[in-house]
């Protein structure tokens, strides 16, 4: 009989907890582990306001739960629970039930309107991935109507928008509003002066898990004020209208737009999991993230993330990404530990590395044991979510995230603006690419028809160049090299005359040829006039010791490699490895002392065309896609994570 862990949820700390699971059995067949989620993927909470206010796609904040966990010991099944039973370990939906011998929750959070008046009825929350599409679609919407609207009163609640809260996502979510209010101010043809932007917090001071008042008073004096943000403190909301809504003080204040992030509480609803409940409806918890029953710990149920209430003398634990994903490890270690029965569970620590906080694309602060604000914490923030997402996802999910952050963002909101967004059809790249090919072709063709098929030519040059005289370190280390290696070369000699002879007839053939083929005839490789730079002494010994035995082979295969680049670039195949082993190339030969200026062509000639130059009129457009579709398929691939994501240009 197998034992049963079930994880419900999905979120960071069901994530984690899967992922800790399969570390430790996935070379055991007696354990077999489940994760089960309402939808199919996992969402990046931490990036909902960058959808909701325009900056990246929709699905920049989704990663497919089965391709995480692709080749992993954990079924992902797509389902919602209904129905719980804890004590006979039982859990159900409407389609299917769950027996189980451990339990994980990790069902999340949801937002906490704290009784307000309206506020669940009419205002907009940015609590999921469908809050954060509808959110966007809403938002774009209200500029558009404005555009066409003529009263004034109307027109000045369209343009309204106010954030309820002031933690982390109120205030990114500010954030991401009054920087798309240029954007759509352009669009919609509206004046920017005509768009309030309101930050509404019923404290007297926001961002109250960042313990640095500098920094917060970097983000209202200076950020808020830059993007067109009104901050108002202690101003608790009581009450929301579907056109309005009342702060404490009596202010009515006219929108349609009000972002409820004031607070979270554990996910309720129709499942009851007979635990003992605490603040915001949390599920009480031991030190080893074991759930309470009547202040008891139940045997095989833990519990993980934002729905876990736990306090030890650091604190109550945040409902934050560290804390779910260091609870969910705990919670993982110490099944673990129940399974293989060693009986001594791990005591959950609370340890933190930091804060930050984005406002808008290129703005924000960091604590991070030290203080950061500006463009570097934003640097800090990129750099803490590909850590993740490369955890997580491998590079299949860094390149997507680079993609949506990087390279695909529009209206210059990334944190280095639109520098490396800004495209260029591919097609322009076309007669370079063939022309560098051409290059190479004439470089390995030149090369055969002056013997390097047949006689040693490097390592002596190698060595006058470098001012070493007739190299007697490289005779030295050829009269030294075994017997079967000096047969190789010669057998590699005798073989390559036929070639050579073929060589030379063709560049015959060509000197006969007018025309821009006569430049291969009278072409010298690079390397023929003044040296680019001066081979250093490592380089030297290289040659001397490693290559000369084996001058001739090098050689060959040197002069083949040559050939195939410079056939891949005219036919477009295989581009980007080919243009990779370009750039080493150029750079090694320049080492040997051999290369002249011509030969920064070949290195710059490579970058240039590293990226798509051979889907345009080149055979990649069709054996890339072809190559893909069968690679991702493969285990490895899967298990790796060694793949790009699909596309829709693809």
């Given at each position: 009989?197998?034992?049963?862990?079930?994880?419900?949820?999905?979120?960071?700390?069901?994530?984690?907890?899967?992922?800790?699971?399969?570390?430790?059995?996935?070379?055991?067949?007696?354990?077999?582990?489940?994760?089960?989620?309402?939808?199919?993927?996992?969402?990046?909470?931490?990036?909902?306001?960058?959808?909701?206010?325009?900056?990246?796609?929709?699905?920049?904040?989704?990663?497919?739960?089965?391709?995480?966990?692709?080749?992993?010991?954990?079924?992902?099944?797509?389902?919602?629970?209904?129905?719980?039973?804890?004590?006979?370990?039982?859990?159900?939906?409407?389609?299917?039930?769950?027996?189980?011998?451990?339990?994980?929750?990790?069902?999340?959070?949801?937002?906490?309107?704290?009784?307000?008046?309206?506020?669940?009825?009419?205002?907009?929350?940015?609590?999921?991935?469908?809050?954060?599409?509808?959110?966007?679609?809403?938002?774009?919407?209200?500029?558009?109507?404005?555009?066409?609207?003529?009263?004034?009163?109307?027109?000045?609640?369209?343009?309204?928008?106010?954030?309820?809260?002031?933690?982390?996502?109120?205030?990114?979510?500010?954030?991401?509003?009054?920087?798309?209010?240029?954007?759509?101010?352009?669009?919609?043809?509206?004046?920017?002066?005509?768009?309030?932007?309101?930050?509404?917090?019923?404290?007297?001071?926001?961002?109250?898990?960042?313990?640095?008042?500098?920094?917060?008073?970097?983000?209202?004096?200076?950020?808020?004020?830059?993007?067109?943000?009104?901050?108002?403190?202690?101003?608790?909301?009581?009450?929301?209208?579907?056109?309005?809504?009342?702060?404490a003080d009596g202010t009515v204040i006219p929108s349609y737009t009000l972002i409820w992030s004031a607070g979270i509480k554990c996910v309720e609803g129709a499942t009851d999991f007979c635990l003992d409940k605490g603040k915001g409806s949390r599920i009480n918890v031991n030190e080893y993230m074991q759930g309470l029953q009547d202040g008891q710990p139940i045997k095989g149920i833990y519990v993980a993330g934002d729905c876990a209430s736990y306090q030890d003398k650091q604190g109550f634990m945040p409902q934050i990404v560290q804390a779910a994903e260091q609870s969910a490890h705990t919670a993982a270690l110490n099944i673990a530990e129940e399974i293989i029965g060693t009986g001594k569970l791990h005591v959950h620590e609370q340890k933190y590395n930091g804060f930050m906080v984005s406002v808008g694309s290129r703005q924000g602060v960091a604590n991070i044991g030290f203080l950061a604000s500006g463009w570097f914490a934003i640097f800090v923030k990129h750099f803490v979510n590909v850590y993740y997402q490369f955890m997580v996802a491998g590079f299949m999910q860094v390149a997507n995230y680079l993609k949506h952050e990087i390279f695909n963002i529009k209206n210059k909101r990334s944190f280095v603006g639109a520098h490396f967004s800004k495209r260029s059809p591919n097609f322009w790249m076309v007669p370079f690419r063939i022309w560098l090919g051409f290059m190479w072709l004439t470089e390995g063709v030149v090369k055969i028809a002056e013997g390097w098929f047949k006689s040693p030519q490097v390592v002596n040059t190698v060595n006058y160049l470098a001012g070493n005289g007739a190299a007697q370190g490289a005779a030295d280390a050829v009269s030294a090299a075994t017997g079967a290696a000096q047969g190789a070369a010669d057998a590699v000699s005798a073989a390559s005359d036929a070639v050579a002879e073929a060589a030379t007839q063709v560049t015959e053939t060509i000197a006969k040829l007018p025309g821009i083929f006569q430049w291969v005839v009278d072409h010298k490789p690079a390397g023929y006039g003044e040296a680019l730079v001066k081979a250093p002494k490592?380089?030297?010994?290289?040659?001397?010791?490693?290559?000369?035995?084996?001058?001739?082979?090098?050689?060959?295969?040197?002069?083949?490699?040559?050939?195939?680049?410079?056939?891949?670039?005219?036919?477009?195949?295989?581009?980007?490895?080919?243009?990779?082993?370009?750039?080493?190339?150029?750079?090694?030969?320049?080492?040997?002392?051999?290369?002249?200026?011509?030969?920064?062509?070949?290195?710059?000639?490579?970058?240039?065309?590293?990226?798509?130059?051979?889907?345009?009129?080149?055979?990649?457009?069709?054996?890339?896609?072809w190559l893909k579709k069968r690679w991702i398929r493969t285990k490895l691939a899967g298990k790796s994570y060694l793949y790009y994501d699909h596309s829709d240009d693809e």
């Open positions: 009989m197998k034992t049963k862990i079930l994880i419900i949820g999905g979120s960071y700390a069901g994530v984690k907890a899967g992922k800790t699971l399969h570390k430790i059995f996935r070379k055991n067949d007696d354990v077999e582990i489940t994760l089960v989620d309402k939808n199919p993927f996992h969402t990046l909470m931490t990036e909902l306001h960058e959808v909701a206010g325009h900056r990246t796609e929709a699905d920049s904040i989704k990663i497919d739960l089965r391709k995480i966990f692709r080749g992993r010991k954990v079924n992902v099944v797509t389902d919602e629970i209904t129905e719980c039973d804890i004590p006979n370990h039982h859990v159900a939906s409407a389609k299917r039930s769950y027996d189980f011998d451990y339990l994980i929750l990790a069902i999340g959070s949801e937002p906490n309107f704290f009784g307000v008046k309206g506020a669940a009825e009419n205002s907009h929350t940015l609590w999921s991935y469908q809050d954060a599409v509808k959110l966007r679609a809403h938002v774009e919407h209200m500029f558009e109507r404005a555009s066409y609207e003529d009263d004034p009163i109307e027109r000045k609640r369209l343009l309204t928008f106010a954030v309820c809260g002031g933690g982390f996502t109120g205030v990114e979510m500010v954030g991401e509003l009054g920087e798309s209010k240029k954007h759509f101010c352009l669009k919609y043809n509206i004046n920017p002066d005509d768009v309030t932007i309101y930050n509404i917090e019923a404290m007297d001071r926001i961002l109250g898990m960042l313990n640095s008042d500098k920094l917060v008073k970097k983000i209202e004096d200076k950020y808020f004020k830059k993007l067109g943000v009104t901050l108002l403190k202690n101003s608790a909301i009581v009450e929301v209208n579907p056109d309005s809504f009342i702060l490592f380089m030297v010994w290289i040659m001397n010791h490693w290559v000369a035995p084996i001058e001739v082979p090098v050689q060959i295969m040197m002069v083949i490699m040559e050939i195939l680049i410079g056939l891949a670039f005219m036919g477009g195949l295989f581009t980007f490895p080919m243009a990779l082993i370009s750039i080493v190339m150029t750079v090694a030969i320049a080492l040997t002392g051999m290369a002249d200026i011509t030969m920064m062509w070949y290195f710059f000639g490579a970058i240039a065309i590293l990226m798509g130059a051979g889907r345009t009129f080149g055979l990649d457009y069709y054996v890339i896609p």
